[in-house]
């Protein structure tokens, strides 16, 4: 099975705005103590939410072309040994292909930019 090219990064209202101003992202407080920036798979993002985000507002998806960040890129065992996608490097917004506020379309599914 090929490994997905696009990934999502969950981020808080400011964290979204820090992105855009500075065209780069050097990770959440997780993110900076765990040495990478965690993403997602189009199928980890609902669950990715629901532990982490639960009850706050203001979130934003973020869709990253992990080509453009190469070697950077490690998928690594997380969550039960599924494979997420760590980025070892910040992240550039030209690596960011679309972006949207957080929408539930229903209990289990995210809308994804």
Not at 45 to 60: M, Y
Not at 62 to 70: F, G, I, N
Not at 77 to 89: D, I, W
Request: glycine share 6%.
């Amino acid at each position: 099975m090929t490994a997905p090219t696009v990934a999502y990064k969950i981020l808080t209202g400011p964290q979204h705005e820090a992105l855009l101003a500075d065209q780069t992202f050097a990770g959440a407080p997780i993110d900076l103590a765990d040495g990478y920036i965690h993403l997602s798979t189009s199928d980890q993002v609902a669950e990715t939410l629901r532990r982490h985000f639960a009850g706050q507002d203001d979130l934003w998806i973020a869709a990253v072309d992990l080509r453009a960040l190469e070697e950077s890129v490690r998928w690594e065992p997380s969550r039960g040994g599924q494979l997420f996608p760590h980025v070892y490097a910040a992240l550039p917004l030209s690596a960011v292909i679309a972006q949207a506020p957080v929408t539930w379309l229903d209990d289990t599914t995210v809308h994804l930019p």
